[in-house]
């Protein structure tokens, strides 16, 4: 049964701790992508990746690292240095980012 | 440069009437074209996709939508509503990145929250 799984679907953290997001596809995509959702807002991109190794920032990166270092894995650490945390958290991925994405369940990270 | 608008932030319909979502859209490069459905804390689910093929595009749940390059518009329809159709839909843009990275980058609208009474 392919998809992309997130977890976990919910995230408290206090502030100024580091938090990391997980994001594991099993469709054998090449791009995998992380957005951030504010309530009224469409979706921000925070970063994506093409292809394992390698990753660029999106429009809102400031306060977020990622790494990809297996095809099916990308991985979001919020860090302290970002100054509102408090959204929900989306992860897509594609065959090509020419492409349609698949998006997973997401995760709402709050913090306290 | 890319932009899209969603120019209603809420729909309210009857169930068993049609259903009317609209997006306008800008490009500098011909454009992909999706429309995506996203329940309550939930993902986002692929209704439908233009591709440059044929204007009217239809998609899942009985969703269609035409692609009107002249009016820049990407409207998304469905003739008689049902109770589960309640949920957010964004209408989504995808151009080449260009000098700024490879691949597409996608743009959403804000979204249209849509309510389906009895």
């Known amino acids: 049964d392919g998809g992309i799984t997130q977890s976990p679907k919910y995230l408290f953290r206090k502030e100024g701790q580091n938090v990391t997001l997980s994001c594991e596809q099993n469709?054998?995509?090449?791009?995998m992508y992380w957005y951030r959702q504010d309530p009224g807002q469409g979706l921000r991109l925070i970063y994506y990746?093409?292809?394992?190794?390698?990753?660029q920032k999106g429009d809102i990166a400031e306060g977020y690292s990622v790494s990809r270092e297996k095809k099916e894995s990308f991985p979001l650490t919020v860090t302290s240095a970002q100054k509102n945390p408090t959204a929900f958290y989306l992860c897509?991925?594609?065959?090509?980012?020419?492409?349609?994405?698949?998006f997973g369940p997401g995760t709402r990270l709050t913090v306290l | 440069a890319q932009s899209v608008t969603q120019l209603d932030s809420h729909v309210s319909v009857s169930e068993g009437t049609p259903v009317l979502l609209r997006c306008n859209y800008s490009?500098?490069?011909?454009?992909?074209l999706f429309w995506y459905v996203q329940h309550p804390n939930k993902g986002l689910q692929l209704l439908l996709k233009?591709?440059?093929?044929?204007?009217l595009v239809k998609g899942i749940n009985g969703f269609e939508a035409e692609f009107k390059k002249s009016e820049t518009s990407f409207h998304l329809t469905k003739p008689s509503a049902h109770m589960s159709d309640a949920a957010e839909y964004f209408c989504?843009?995808?151009?080449?990145?260009?000098?700024?990275?490879?691949?597409?980058?996608?743009?959403f609208g804000t979204g249209t929250q849509l309510k389906v009474e009895l």
């Open positions: 897509a991925s594609s065959i090509r980012t020419l492409n349609e994405q698949f």
């Open positions: 989504v843009v995808s151009a080449p990145r260009g000098s700024t990275g490879g691949g597409n980058k996608l743009t």
């Open positions: 469709l054998n995509h090449d791009a």
């Open positions: 233009y591709t440059s093929a044929a204007t």
């Open positions: 490009s500098s490069y011909s454009p992909s």
């Open positions: 990746s093409q292809i394992v190794n390698d990753f």
